[in-house]
């Protein structure tokens, strides 16, 4: 809880919506509390916390929600990435205009290294161009966590589609790598719906067709924290993405 200088007072919380950003995780609220005649605190909203508030203040504006791109052209990593630091050794490497991605699994863990970024809406489109060709995974993911994830990514010459379910692997599609190179993209509805598609020139665009049961959709919702979009490496050898973009549909 805290004050403001005109003596309101404002009580910080977590919640979930109802609706299909549920799936961006738990949620801060701040929200407008004041004194009730029998000398407990109550919203100002009434019994319930309104998820749309006015701004508490006449010179405040609320930020727009903007898409994201990281031609990885910097000196450093951008902090809008995050990593699965509790399960993995995450190693990256910026130079030239490429990201390299590499690590390696904490004791115990058999998945890999996942550079994620945090959804704003329950919509959105994730898109990436692979530029090296190696025997490790080199791809995009939905990651839950170490136990819980589902990517599509390019290994050796192959193309392919896995979920990880409760640490058991199940391989959706297989097809042969169309080029060295590849450009992926993942479009995701109602905050946990994936659609994939690749292409070799960043232009025509080929769907991958695949069957997944619910109950693999929702292992992906950790009840602690957010099933996050990003790049996804496993194996010994880098992998090398030359742009990342996140736009909000």
């Known amino acids: 809880m805290t004050t403001t200088p005109d ?3 404002f009580y910080l919380c977590h919640a ?3 609706d299909a950003d549920f799936y961006q995780g738990r ?6 509390l004041v004194m009730g005649e029998d000398n407990w605190p109550r919203f100002v909203t009434g019994e319930y916390a309104s998820f749309a508030q006015p701004m508490p203040f006449v010179d405040c504006v609320q930020e727009p929600i903007f898409d994201f791109t990281d031609d990885f052209t910097e000196t450093a990593l951008r902090p809008e990435w995050t990593w699965n630091y509790p399960y993995a050794d995450v190693k990256v490497d910026l130079k030239g205009g490429n ?3 590499s690590g390696s699994p904490k004791p115990g863990v058999g998945t890999g290294n996942a550079l994620c970024l945090r959804p704003t809406t329950a ?3 994730l898109e990436t161009a692979v530029a ?3 025997d490790s995974w080199k791809g995009i ?3 839950g966590d170490d136990k819980n994830l589902l990517t599509f990514g390019c290994e050796a010459d192959r193309l392919k589609l896995k979920a990880i379910q409760d640490g058991k692997e199940v391989m959706l599609s297989n097809i042969k790598l169309p080029a060295p190179s590849l450009y992926l993209r993942m479009k995701v509805t109602d905050g946990i719906h994936c659609s994939f598609t690749y292409s070799e020139d960043g232009s025509k665009w080929k769907e991958v067709e695949y069957d997944l049961l619910q109950s693999t959709l929702k292992s992906l919702v950790r009840w602690d924290r957010i099933s996050r979009p990003g790049l996804y490496q496993q194996g010994d050898e880098p992998a090398i993405y030359s742009y990342c973009w996140l736009k909000n549909n």
């Open 16 to 18: 979930y919506s109802k």
């Open 27 to 32: 949620q801060p609220h701040l929200q407008e």
């Open 99 to 101: 990201l390299s991605l």
């Open 123 to 125: 919509d959105y489109t």
């Open 7 to 9: 003596g309101r007072m």
């Open 132 to 134: 090296n060709q190696n």
């Open 141 to 143: 993911v939905m990651y």
